[in-house]
């Protein structure tokens, strides 16, 4: 088989964590191929951009590097040389063709769903120079036709377990950028876990849009749920911590709230969205869950792991929205407590129900809402780190920090931490002293064994 010319890749990944593993797999595949991967995008062959569309300011900021990367393409064209640009993620998934009409430099758009074809749809338009659009919805597994061997670039490994949503919340495209739910089966999810921890890995991150759906073919075809799946996964030898994002709060069922009881390898710690603390909101963004029924679910998790951590994801100005509303969401987070969190603006997205609404909330309000919570927010998180000063917690160490000898790893808490120490720390594990407490990192010196 003849091989495209194209053997230096630039990738930029936009958004969140299932689009890192996606890279990821993207990046084994294309080294199969013979590609180098190049940090210099003016020098790359192939520039490969993985798209985020869940807020209008993130797809938005494709279309500006695109400007550039167009730029850089004419620049090489005019020294004889070739530039393959591919678009890949949600963005591809929701715009498809409206990519290249609008950029006609682009020469490759690539749903989700379609990777295992990156690397022959790569050297398809690269030997014919035509526009490829490709965003189908193929019923079967991507990742098991993605043969390439798993990599790991951190004891931190992700792993996608599930994908897709048809949970349908007014204001989300996920459901439409990345299809119904689906789930991956034991089996497989048992083999690649295998394969990220000879290859490394330390921590598995299991990784679902809706990841607490999961609902997997298991032994002897019976479906089993998240919570069985951890339980075997924490079963291969070599995993030290195990974590799952995102949830919802729906899909938290009385199994799971069991395995952070009983799973000594299950992290205390969760990332569990609420959008909104008032129940007029979250029936308008179609949650299927109250306030009320939220907090209940904080007190089940925390009877079962009294020192959890948890983190949210907040949507203010959605709709509708009035103060009350707002001030109903602050009460909910002075009554759970958390220690993190992501909040955004209400970005009304093509095709989704929410943003045809009339009742939009003005900027300058949803301005002034987001500062009010991220002020509470932040007081919140420099409070739960405040709490580790003096303590020694266990740290998994991920990589190397910026001044030299320094190391950056997390707590069991997803906390950071910084620490100076001899020898090289990344892949283990080790106490830690905590020194020194900032808002968003800790510092310390490995204690005395
Ligand atoms: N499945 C997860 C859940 O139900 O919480 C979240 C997935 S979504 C990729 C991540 C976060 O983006 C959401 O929790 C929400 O807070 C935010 N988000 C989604 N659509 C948004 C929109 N139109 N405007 C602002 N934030 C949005
Ligand atoms: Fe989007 Fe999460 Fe709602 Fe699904 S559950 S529609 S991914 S916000």
Do not use: W
Not at 182 to 189: D, I, Q
Not at 318 to 342: H, K, M, Y
């Amino acid at each position: 088989m003849q091989r495209p010319n194209t053997k230096s890749y630039f990738l930029k990944t936009f958004g969140c964590q299932m689009n890192v593993y996606d890279s990821e797999r993207m990046t084994e595949a294309l080294a199969r191929d013979g590609y180098a991967a190049t940090d210099d995008i003016a020098s790359a062959d192939l520039v490969i951009l993985n798209t985020c569309h869940i807020r209008e300011k993130a797809a938005e900021k494709v279309y500006s590097d695109l400007g550039r990367i167009r730029d850089m393409k004419d620049a090489r064209k005019r020294d004889g040389k070739e530039t393959v640009i591919a678009v890949a993620g949600c963005v591809a998934q929701a715009e498809g063709r409206e990519i290249t009409t609008r950029q006609p430099a682009v020469d490759l758009v690539i749903g989700p769903q379609s990777y295992h074809r990156l690397p022959e749809l790569i050297e398809r338009t690269a030997n014919t120079r035509e526009h490829i659009v490709e965003t189908e919805f193929p019923g079967d597994e991507k990742f098991e036709r993605m043969k390439a061997p798993r990599r790991v670039s951190s004891p931190s490994a992700f792993l996608t377990v599930q994908e897709g949503c048809d949970k349908f919340c007014t204001f989300c495209v996920v459901p439409y950028t990345r299809g119904a739910e689906f789930s991956r089966s034991l089996a497989k999810l048992e083999a690649e876990a295998r394969e990220l921890i000879a290859a490394g890995a330390k921590e598995l991150v299991l990784l679902g849009q809706n990841v607490n759906a999961y609902h997997g073919e298991g032994p002897g075809g019976r479906t089993i749920g998240l919570a069985e799946l951890i339980r075997r996964l924490a079963d291969i030898e070599g995993i030290e911590r195990i974590r799952y994002t995102t949830s919802h709060p729906r899909d938290m069922d009385a199994d799971l709230i069991a395995a952070h009881t009983e799973v000594p390898q299950l992290m205390p710690f969760l990332h569990l969205p609420v959008q909104s603390g008032s129940d007029r909101m979250l029936t308008a963004m179609n949650r299927k869950h109250r306030a009320e029924e939220y907090l209940d679910l904080i007190g089940r998790l925390r009877s079962a792991r009294p020192d959890l951590a948890l983190s949210s994801d907040f949507i203010v100005g959605f709709p509708g929205e009035t103060d009350q509303d707002a001030e109903d969401t602050l009460s909910l987070i002075r009554a759970v407590g958390f220690a993190q969190a992501f909040s955004f603006k209400y970005s009304p997205r093509p095709g989704t129900p929410a943003s045809t609404h009339e009742d939009q909330v003005p900027e300058e309000v949803k301005s002034e809402r987001l500062q009010r919570l991220q002020a509470l927010l932040d007081d919140q998180q420099a409070d739960f780190n405040a709490q580790a000063l003096g303590t020694i917690v266990p740290v998994l160490f991920e990589r190397r920090g910026r001044q030299p000898g320094e190391f950056v790893g997390r707590t069991p808490y997803l906390q950071l931490v910084h620490v100076a120490a001899e020898g090289d720390l990344v892949g283990s594990t080790a106490n830690v002293a905590v020194t020194d407490v900032r808002r968003v990192s800790l510092s310390g010196v490995i204690a005395a064994a």
